[in-house]
T-cell receptor, first 113, second 114 residues
Framework: AQTVTQSQPEMSVQEAETVTLSCTYDTSESNYYLFWYKQPPSRQMILVIR??????QNATENRFSVNFQKAAKSFSLKISDSQLGDTAMYFC??????????FGKGTRLHILP | DAGVTQSPTHLIKTRGQHVTLRCSPI?????VSWYQQVLGQGPQFIFQ???????GRGNFPDRFSARQFPNYSSELNVNALLLGDSALYLC?????????????FGPGTRLTVL
């Protein structure tokens, strides 16, 4: 079965620090998509960043970047210069060959003032 | 522009009852997907509809059904409610059928089954 594992249930960092959220996944597919979604306390989930597996270059979106290690099946999210508004649940997600998205259990991130 | 809207916001039902949840996608979006998010878990895919046809189904029992209307809004129906159906139900819309495109989520409907 294809799975997505987020090993850090909860993390706290000081504002302006850099934080890395971990994600590993399991698949036998060679081409797939990976995502990080953010769910703030107001509940509306938004896409943070997307990575296509066939692209070697790691995706970046402003302060958010990923470290995609295909051989290790690892997809971590780095948040630089963290801000109070980054406080949220972060979900790693994977699209499998059946075109069904699978989410991890999430990491609750607290940015402390 | 209006985002994805869902109604109702909260709902309380008792075991065995039926529930209908509604979703209006972003204007121009033809794909609607439904997810169940149990407390402390990530969302689980239930259905995807595109152009009024079912394009994907997750591992949910037949008590769960959905449909999409000509205006691309959608309903999720759950029959014979169980306590384990208590969850946040999320709707997401997208302009294209492939779910690897960005999905835009609504605020969800919190269903409590007593």
């Amino acid at each position: 079965a294809q799975t997505v594992t987020q090993s850090q249930p909860e993390m706290s960092v000081q504002e302006a620090e850099t934080v890395t959220l971990s994600c590993t996944y399991d698949t036998s597919e060679s081409n797939y998509y990976l995502f990080w979604y953010k769910q703030p306390p107001s509940r509306q989930m938004i896409l943070v960043i997307r990575q296509e597996a066939y692209k070697q270059q790691n995706a970046t979106e402003n302060r958010f970047s990923v470290n995609f290690q295909k051989a290790a099946k690892s997809f971590s999210l780095k948040i630089s210069d963290s801000q109070l508004g980054d406080t949220a649940m972060y979900f790693c997600a994977f699209i499998n060959g059946d075109d069904k998205i699978i989410f991890g259990k999430g990491t609750r991130l607290h940015i402390l003032p | 522009d209006a985002g994805v809207t869902q109604s109702p916001t909260h709902l309380i039902k008792t075991r065995g009852q039926h529930v209908t949840l509604r979703c209006s996608p972003i204007s121009g979006h033809k794909s609607v997907s439904w997810y169940q998010q149990v407390l402390g878990q990530g969302p689980q895919f239930i259905f995807q509809y595109y152009e009024k046809e079912e394009r994907g189904r997750g591992n949910f029992p037949d008590r769960f059904s959905a449909r999409q209307f000509p205006n691309y809004s959608s309903e999720l129906n759950v029959n014979a409610l169980l306590l384990g159906d208590s969850a946040l139900y999320l709707c997401a819309s997208s302009p294209r059928v492939a779910v690897y495109n960005e999905q835009f989520f609504g605020p969800g409907t919190r269903l409590t089954v007593l």
